[in-house]
């Protein structure tokens, strides 16, 4: 008995194979996770380093191996100096410890009493609860460091197998090409080629506009902090702004970070404030004026489609998925506008401003096609 045609299929068959295949894709990106989040990334840096591999080859006479080895270097130079950075910041702030636990305890007191005053919970019984928090903790402390351990080196495992999938993909990437080309029919092949050069423009354009976007926060934060006499402004700085590249969440998450150093280092409201001011002010002129006229231009996807996949990536992959989410959005974006029958997903993930424009066009053009 042979299935019905595909343009015969009933619609409950149709969402029932979609569904199947969603799931099914779903379980096995969670358990690739280890190798496709690597890839993932291997694949972005090589797209983003394939202009310089390209000028070392043509105007310094370099193999492609020489090449794309180089290209590389100055990848881990770059993230090492930005380490390097961070680093002796922490380290800075390392140095103040005693200060800090000082500080907090003074804090944790003062919490203590207007907490006697407001709930009329005397100090003892709460004295009894720290305790009783403070032995759990240290009876979980083996366990917390040995985590920490794993996942430095999981994490040292994981930037070693991105640097070598990023070293890989520029030394093969003509074999990519072709391979894709190849796996597709020939008359598909102009369509796979177009894909394949929209989807190397777009995410270079993003990750430049995403590096362009970063420093420029790192730059007036860390100014007006340090104008502003807080301690740690350029440790403040660099957080926000590498935090900000995770769209929504990654806001909230150096703002509370910027808070609790603040207020441990100076235990004074008006600090504080300031510093909330200041993250606030940032975070609502580059969301409303750097990111479109940096970024916004390169990856035109809504803000709902946006936050959903940030929320997917982190149930998915965590972190890494996080800051993979709007990447692999604007790729899959790019493959729905090319394929015909996926193009409605398309302009599903796209921005509404520019729909009728685009809708226009599509009529303008199928009318002198004709």
């Known amino acids: 008995m042979s299935l019905p045609k595909s343009d015969q299929q009933p619609f409950y068959f149709k969402l029932a194979m979609v569904l199947i295949a969603i799931i099914a894709l779903g379980y096995l990106t969670i358990l690739g996770k280890e190798v496709l989040s690597p890839l993932l990334f291997g694949l972005l840096f090589s797209i983003l380093l394939l202009p ?3 000028f070392f080859e043509k105007k310094m006479k ?7 080895a180089l290209s590389v270097l100055l990848l881990l130079a770059s993230i090492a100096v930005i380490l390097l950075v961070v680093g002796s910041e922490v380290s800075s702030l390392s140095h103040d410890l005693p200060q800090l636990k000082a500080q907090i305890l003074a804090s944790l007191q003062d919490f203590q009493k207007w907490i006697s005053v407001t709930f009329h919970v005397n100090i003892a019984k709460q004295m009894d609860y720290v305790n009783s928090a403070t032995t759990k903790i240290e009876n979980a402390t083996p366990t917390v460091i040995g985590a920490t351990v794993l996942s430095l080196s999981s994490l040292l495992l994981f930037l070693v197998f991105v640097i070598l999938d990023t070293f890989f993909m520029l030394f093969y990437r003509r074999r990519l090409l072709k391979f894709l080309i190849d ?15 929209r989807v190397q423009y777009i995410i270079r354009k993003y ?4 590096l362009l976007e970063m420093s420029t926060v790192a730059v007036v934060c860390c100014s007006v902090f340090l104008l502003l006499g807080i301690k740690y402004a350029i440790l403040l700085g660099l957080i926000t702004a590498l935090f ?5 969440i990654g806001i909230f998450t150096a703002l509370l970070l910027n808070i609790i150093i603040t207020f441990a280092t100076t235990a004074l409201a008006s600090k504080v404030l300031l510093v909330i001011i200041t993250v606030v002010s940032m975070h609502l002129i580059d969301s ?6 940096i970024v916004g231009s390169k990856v035109r996807i809504n803000a709902f489609i946006t936050l ?3 929320v997917l990536g982190e149930l998915i992959w965590g972190i890494p998925g996080m800051f993979l989410s709007i990447p692999v959005i604007a790729i899959i974006k790019i493959i729905f506008d090319r394929v015909e029958s996926l193009q409605p997903w398309g302009h599903l993930m ?8 685009s809708f226009k066009l599509k009529k303008i053009t199928k009318n002198k096609s004709v």
């Open 350 to 357: 796209g921005d509404e401003k520019i729909e009728p424009k």
């Open 183 to 197: 796996v597709f029919k020939e008359e598909n092949s102009s369509i796979v080629f177009d894909i394949v050069e």
């Open 308 to 310: 959903l996949g940030v």
């Open 288 to 293: 409303n004026i750097l990111l479109p006229l």
């Open 52 to 54: 310089v591999t390209v």
């Open 207 to 210: 990750l430049l506009g995403l």
């Open 244 to 248: 900000n590249i995770v769209p929504y």
């Open 62 to 68: 370099l193999h492609r191996s020489a090449a794309s």
